[in-house]
């Protein structure tokens, strides 16, 4: 399962594997606190997006969708925590205020719904009444 939260937040044994997911190191945190297995700066929104947001709840529509379109053109970005997250619980985290509006959230949606791409069918195909 894919988790996101706050890197200000304790790290909890429910966390699983824990990778920061921006690209600036979040302010006043000392590297050696945060119990991260990664920091995947390159999986982030490039800086131009990232500014042109600014954390502005209105644009944030427009965020997600030239993040998520970032996000499809590198693959390369994004496999490890894909594989992470296919081997147990992964959290993505974030430094930004807003819980609801921020870069983990569109990447977890994003990552969840290539694991549901990439998962075998939940059942055979019937032929019932075929033959």
């Not at 944030?60 to 499809?72: I, P, S, V």
């Not at 974030?94 to 870069?103: I, L, P, Q, V």
Request: glycine residues 6%.
């Amino acid at each position: 399962m894919i988790h996101f939260k706050r890197v200000f937040e304790a790290a909890q044994a429910t966390d699983g594997r824990r990778v920061l997911v921006d690209r600036l190191w979040p302010r006043g945190c000392r590297k050696d606190a945060l119990g991260l297995d990664a920091w995947l700066r390159e999986v982030a929104p490039s800086e131009g997006l990232r500014k042109r947001f600014c954390h502005d709840p209105t644009l944030f529509a427009e965020f997600r969708l030239g993040y998520r379109a970032e996000l499809a053109a590198h693959p390369e970005h994004w496999q490890m925590l894909l594989e992470l997250a296919r081997q147990g619980d992964l959290t993505l985290l974030y430094a930004a205020k807003d819980e609801h509006h921020n870069n983990a959230r569109v990447l977890a949606e994003f990552l969840e719904e290539e694991l549901d791409r990439c998962a075998p069918p939940s059942s055979p195909v019937c032929y019932a009444g075929e033959l």
